[in-house]
C-alpha cells in the first residue's frame, strides 16, 4: 500500500496521550517538533505539488516514559488568506494562483503585480529553526514564522528582509557551542550584482526579547554568484570549527523567467532548471578571514540537498552529501505523477551519499593528487589552470534525509541515521552507517513509512552513538493510527514505541528540545 500524498489532514490541537509499549528511557525529556505539509485542496482548488501543501506541525512531548501528541495547522497569512477565502489564492513554488473570475479588475491588477515582484508565501512548512531563544517554522522563502514549542500556535511573522538582504535562505541553519545561529541566504540583484551570504543570528539570553536577536545579525561573508540573473538553488551548506563549505551546483532559478511565470500562466518551479553541462563549484569559506580560501574547487553536475557533516583532518576539509545525478527528485513530487505511480514501479533516480576532500594546501604537480588521507578514496587533483577536481568517495546509495549527534558536527565522526530510498523515495526502513567499516544496521517498518530519523544523545555520553534515535512512523492502515518509535542507538533495536489513534500526516524536518531549554524559554518571558 502505497501513501496518499494528496490527501488532507486533520489537526489535533489539544494533547492526546499514546499508549507507550516497551520502556522509554528515564533520562529522554524534551518535545520533538516536526514539520511537513498537509492540507493539498481548498474549495474547488488545489495545490499541484506535494512541498506547496499547507504547513501542518505536530510535536511528542516525553516526560517520565510517557508521550503525548498534539499537531496544528501553522496559521500564518497564507493560510488564513486561503482558508477564508475557501480556495488557493497565495502562490506556492509549484502551484500558481490566479484570482476568482468573479473578482473585480482591481484586484486581478493587484494580483499581476505581487507576482511580478513576488511577495512570497509565509508557509513554512519544511523545517524547525531556532534563532535566538525562539523557534521557528521556515521554508525557503524570506519569511518565517515564530511557533509556541508547547501549544504550537503560530505567532510572530519575521521578515529576513527588515534585516538582511536575503530573498531566498536556506531551510537548514547551523549553531554553535554558544548557541548563535548560522544560516544561508541569496541575495538577488541588489545594486547590479547576485550574491550569496552566510549570516550569524546570535544566541538568545534571559534578556534577550523576541526578534532582538535579529537586529544583533551580521553577514558573515558573501560569495558572488557565477550569473547575475541565475543564482543556483540550495538547501544546505557545511560548517567546520574554521570553515562553511558552499555547493553552488547547476540546478538554477532563472530570476527573469520567475518574473514573467504568472504572465505565462506557469509555475515558479518550472522556473527551475537543472544544467547538467556545467560543473558544481565548491566554496569553501575560512570563518576567520571571512573570505573564500585561494583554491578553486570543483566537480562534475550534480544535484545536492542534504550535506550530512563535514569536518577537518590534517590538512583537508572532508565533507560528506546525499547527491543525484539531476533534479528529478522535484519533479516526482508532483501530486499526479505521486498518483500514477502508485502500486507502479517507478524510474527512480536513486541517490547517493559522497564523500568529497579538499586539500588546504595546492602545493603539488599538474595532474597530481592532492588528497594525502588513506582512509578514503575520494580525490583532488590540480589542473594546469590551478583550479582541483575534486571527485568523491561512494559511501552508500540509496538513503536520505540524514541526521547525526550534533555534538559531532563539524567534528570527524563515524555514524549517520538516514531513510533507506533505495526503491522509491518514501522510507519504509531507516539505518544506521558506520562511515569507518561502511556497515549499515537497519530498522524495517513492515508496512509503516518512517520519517526522518533524529538521534538524541544521552547526557553525558562519551561514545559517539550513546543515545536514542527518535522517528514517526505512519501507519499504511491509518485507522491504526501511527507511533513514535524509539530504538537504541548502539544497537538500532527497539526498547519502545509510542502509539497514537491518529492518521499522521508525511513530514519532512524536525527539531528536538530538550525538557530543559523548554523550561529555559518559559522562564525568559517572564
Not at 506541525?57 to 488568506?81: A, C, W
Request: charged share 25%; proline share 5%; hydrophobic share 35%.
Amino acid at each position: 500500500m502505497q501513501y496518499d500524498y494528496s490527501k488532507n489532514k486533520d489537526e489535533h490541537p489539544e494533547p492526546i496521550k499514546a499508549e507507550v509499549k516497551g520502556l522509554i528511557p528515564e533520562w529522554l525529556q524534551g518535545t520533538l517538533i516536526r514539520n511537513g505539509p498537509g492540507l493539498f485542496s481548498l474549495g474547488e482548488t488545489r495545490y499541484n505539488h506535494w512541498f506547496d501543501g499547507m504547513a501542518l506541525l505536530h510535536s511528542f512531548t516525553i516526560k517520565k516514559g510517557e508521550v503525548t501528541y498534539r499537531s496544528k495547522y501553522l496559521r500564518g497569512d497564507t493560510y488564513n488568506s486561503n482558508t477564508q477565502a475557501n480556495r488557493i489564492v497565495v502562490s506556492e513554488m509549484g502551484t500558481m494562483a490566479y484570482p476568482d473570475p468573479c473578482k473585480n479588475i482591481f484586484s486581478k491588477v493587484i494580483t499581476f503585480l505581487s507576482h511580478t515582484i513576488p511577495d512570497f508565501t509565509d508557509n513554512c512548512a519544511n523545517n524547525i529553526i531556532k534563532y535566538g531563544n525562539d523557534y521557528h517554522a521556515t521554508s525557503e522563502t524570506n519569511y518565517i514564522r515564530k511557533i509556541d514549542p508547547i501549544t504550537l500556535e503560530t505567532q510572530d511573522k519575521v521578515d529576513y528582509l527588515k534585516y538582511l538582504p536575503a530573498n531566498i535562505v536556506a531551510s537548514h541553519t547551523h549553531y554553535d557551542k554558544e548557541g548563535n545561529s548560522y544560516s544561508m541566504g541569496t541575495c538577488i540583484a541588489e545594486k547590479g550584482k547576485t550574491k550569496y551570504m552566510l549570516f550569524k543570528v546570535p544566541g538568545g539570553s534571559k534578556t534577550t526579547k523576541p526578534q532582538q536577536c535579529f537586529f544583533k545579525s551580521e553577514v558573515v561573508c558573501t560569495v558572488p554568484c557565477r550569473s547575475l540573473l541565475t543564482p543556483s538553488y540550495y538547501h544546505s551548506f557545511g560548517m567546520t570549527d574554521n570553515y562553511f563549505v558552499f555547493i553552488e551546483q547547476p540546478l538554477k532559478l532563472d530570476i527573469l523567467k520567475m518574473a514573467t511565470a504568472y504572465l505565462r500562466r506557469v509555475s515558479w518551479a518550472s522556473c527551475m532548471k537543472f544544467h547538467p553541462e556545467d560543473s558544481t563549484l565548491i566554496h569553501l569559506i575560512d570563518r576567520k578571514t571571512k573570505k573564500e580560501v585561494r583554491i578553486k574547487f570543483y566537480t562534475g553536475a550534480m544535484a545536492v540537498y542534504h550535506q550530512v557533516n563535514a569536518f577537518e583532518d590534517d590538512g583537508h576539509v572532508v565533507f560528506d552529501v546525499i547527491c543525484y545525478d539531476d533534479n528529478g527528485l522535484y519533479d516526482m513530487f508532483y501530486l499526479d505523477k505521486l498518483k500514477e505511480q502508485m502500486g507502479a514501479e517507478t524510474m527512480y533516480c536513486k541517490p547517493t551519499c559522497k564523500r568529497f576532500v579538499l586539500p588546504l594546501s595546492d602545493m603539488g604537480e599538474t595532474g597530481e593528487d592532492l588528497v594525502k588521507l588513506k582512509y578514503t578514496t575520494a580525490s583532488a587533483v590540480k589542473e594546469k589552470d590551478g583550479k582541483v577536481l575534486c571527485q568523491g568517495e561512494v559511501l552508500c546509495d540509496g538513503v536520505e534525509l540524514p541526521r547525526i549527534n550534533y555534538n559531532f558536527n563539524g567534528k570527524k565522526y563515524r555514524y549517520s541515521y538516514l531513510c533507506c530510498v533505495d526503491i522509491y523515495p518514501v522510507a519504509k526502513k531507516i539505518v544506521k552507517f558506520d562511515a569507518e567499516t561502511k556497515q549499515q544496521i537497519e530498522w524495517t517498518g513492515g508496512d509503516g513509512f518512517a520519517s526522518e530519523p533524529v538521534f538524541i544523545p544521552r547526557p553525558d555520553a562519551v561514545d559517539e552513538d550513546d543515545g536514542v534515535v527518535l522517528t514517526s512512523v505512519i501507519n499504511a492502515k491509518p485507522a491504526q493510527g501511527g507511533f513514535l518509535l524509539v530504538l537504541d542507538s548502539k544497537s538500532f533495536k527497539e526498547i519502545a514505541r509510542a502509539c497514537i489513534d491518529v492518521d499522521f500526516h508525511m513530514d519532512m524536518h524536525g527539531y528536538f528540545i530538550p525538557d530543559n531549554s523548554i523550561k529555559t524559554e518559559i522562564e525568559n518571558l517572564l
